[in-house]
């Protein structure tokens, strides 16, 4: 893949925002529960890669921060999307002169072009049904449905994941806090043309459905305050709107604290969740149309 340069501005300004602030600072065991304070912004370049061995780990972080303390094993799940990279893209700071001038100084930090900040790509789950880390994923899948889905969805993601009929794919749209969904659009359009072209190539990314999850945080109603609904990746609202299946579940037990991105010290606590979506494959090109128009009308205001 030929990396794709987007400039973002990662500030803390409203009508940068597609709906709603962005989402939780977790890892993969906790969330941060530092408080930030203050309108700070930083311009950052930004590029997608093909994924590389190096990229294993910060994968892994990424994957964390989606499947908190999970049963799964994230290393094997992080090897499957570098083995396959010619589908799909991390994202990292784009490299610039300026980074030789400033290569000597700092000898003893790491190299922040190298930073895994974001990944989005796509595992044909039937096509490596004979992972543990896939095994273990339906295995919570099926879990969470029969706990907290009705018997119509639980039957549809039945279908969707061991129907044998249906092929589906994995559909990972994971970054690190904070970078706006602008970035969501080249990604997005970029895994779309490189699963196309591999299917012309005869390799397995026709799917039928995508399974998806979205992290979200809730806040409960307070008085005249309605329930808010703030989720970490603006932009997957609206892969929700389009979604056929879908249910939710808590992990609030799994992390320490659950509070959006960009508070302050007297903001009251949000609970963390995560709502799982089964989504045709065919709407997929319609809502990252829908997101390109949106990020395109708020940058020309």
């Not at 409203?14 to 993969?28: F, I, T, V, Y």
């Not at 049963?71 to 991390?90: F, K, M, P, R, W």
């Not at 974001?118 to 899948?141: C, D, F, H, P, Y």
Request: hydrophobic content about 35%.
């Amino acid at each position: 893949m030929t990396s794709k340069k987007l400039k973002v501005e990662a500030e803390d300004e409203e009508e940068q925002r597609m709906d709603a602030k962005s989402g939780s600072d977790e890892s993969s065991d906790e969330e941060n529960d530092e408080a930030y304070e203050g309108d700070e912004g930083i311009t950052v370049d930004f590029e997608g890669r093909n994924p590389i061995d190096p990229d294993l780990d910060g994968i892994k972080q990424l994957l964390g921060q989606l499947f908190v303390k999970a049963h799964i094993d994230l290393t094997e799940l992080a090897g499957v999307i570098v083995a396959q990279n010619y589908v799909g893209s991390v994202l990292k700071q784009a490299y610039t002169d300026a980074d030789d001038d400033e290569e000597d100084e700092d000898t003893d930090m790491g190299d922040p072009c190298q930073v895994v900040f974001g990944v989005t790509t796509i595992i044909n789950l039937a096509n490596k049904q004979e992972l543990a880390s896939v095994r273990q994923l339906k295995k919570m899948i099926f879990e969470k449905a029969e706990k907290y889905a009705t018997e119509l969805v639980q039957q549809q993601f039945h279908d969707a994941l061991e129907g044998g009929s249906k092929t589906t794919g994995l559909l990972l749209n994971e970054r690190f806090i904070n970078i706006p969904a602008a970035v969501c659009v080249p990604m997005c359009e970029n895994l779309l043309s490189e699963m196309e072209r591999a299917r012309t190539k005869g390799m397995p990314f026709a799917f039928d459905y995508y399974l998806m999850f979205v992290k979200y945080y809730q806040q409960a109603a307070a008085g005249d305050k309605p329930a808010e609904v703030i989720y970490s990746n603006d932009e997957e609202e609206y892969f929700i709107k389009d979604s056929c299946a879908s249910f939710d579940y808590s992990v609030q037990k799994e992390t320490t604290t659950a509070l959006a991105g960009q508070w302050q010290k007297k903001d009251e606590e949000l609970q963390p969740f995560r709502k799982v979506l089964l989504i045709e494959a065919s709407k997929l090109p319609g809502i990252v149309a829908t997101i390109k128009n949106l990020v395109a009308s708020v940058a020309n205001k």
